[in-house]
């Protein structure tokens, strides 16, 4: 009679209700049977009560959870005018969280972590992450963002800082758009990956005028920079496509227009061996492309 109050409310020193205690521990059997192990802590903050299982501690790698601490980090410097973040450098940190983007991530590091590359690493304990530490084998910068271990205790401090004790004036705007922003990729705020539409997906640029490109949908949030070589023109005239296109205008790249004849995608230079391809020009003209005989 004794032990059915500790199955209904299996935690109770955790101060959730039964409810939540019985999902802990029915989360608690589905890792267990997991191979290797996983740490678990869970906050209510209006209450102010935590659940943890019993590797809240162990050190496991970072991953992307470090950039979080990355952009509360440089918006706390920016406010204290140690540093003066640019657009370009939050356009950086938005696609770092959201996105996800590590090449974003990279350029903030090395952009921010000082000629040693340690001022990010000397501000994350302030930030809840005590237990943090780089680890080296990864490349000539040392310490580098995607290669630290840290504890699912070290990240709920984290959040608990980000979500509480920042400074209004220097996250509000940040911390509320990371909580509130349409998902658009597993970023370091949680939010959900979403493939994009079908139309999304499928859509190329456009052309409005003669000599004017105009990317597609997916490709909105870089529209301020110019088109690279990789965008694709489609060139039109009338309602029917031309058969011979007008010339591209600079920047545009037409892959249908510059890839070679499929003669002459073997290079011409390669001689007759036995068993193996030939296409071999002989006084000015090219040899059919075949397999020798001998």
Known sequence: MTSAPALDCPFPESGFDCDF???????????????GSTALVVRDRDGDVVWRNEHAGDMVWTASTIKLAMAADLLVRDRAGEIALSAADRAAMDAMLFDSDDKAATELWMRYSG?????????????????????????????????????ADDLDRLLQHVLGSLDPRTGRTWSTGCARSPPRSSGACGAPARRPSRAT???????TA????????????????????????????????????????????????SRPPASRLMPSHTRRWAGGPTAVRRRGRRVRAGWTSR
């Open 115 to 151: 000629p040693d590359h340690t001022a990010f690493n000397d501000h994350f304990p302030g930030l809840g992450l005590v237990s943090l530490r780089p680890q080296p084998g990864y490349g000539r910068v040392y310490p580098y963002w995607g290669f630290q271990k840290t504890t």
């Open 201 to 207: 997906r499928t859509a190329g640029p456009t052309r």
């Open 21 to 35: 205690q019985r999902r802990f521990a029915a989360a608690q059997a589905y890792v267990d049977a997991r191979p």
């Open 210 to 257: 003669a000599g004017s490109c105009t990317p597609s949908a997916s490709s909105a949030r870089t529209s301020a920079s110019p088109p690279s070589s990789s965008t694709t023109c489609a060139a039109r005239a009338g309602t029917r496509r031309a058969r011979r296109p007008p010339p591209k205008p600079p920047g545009c790249f037409s892959p249908a227009a």
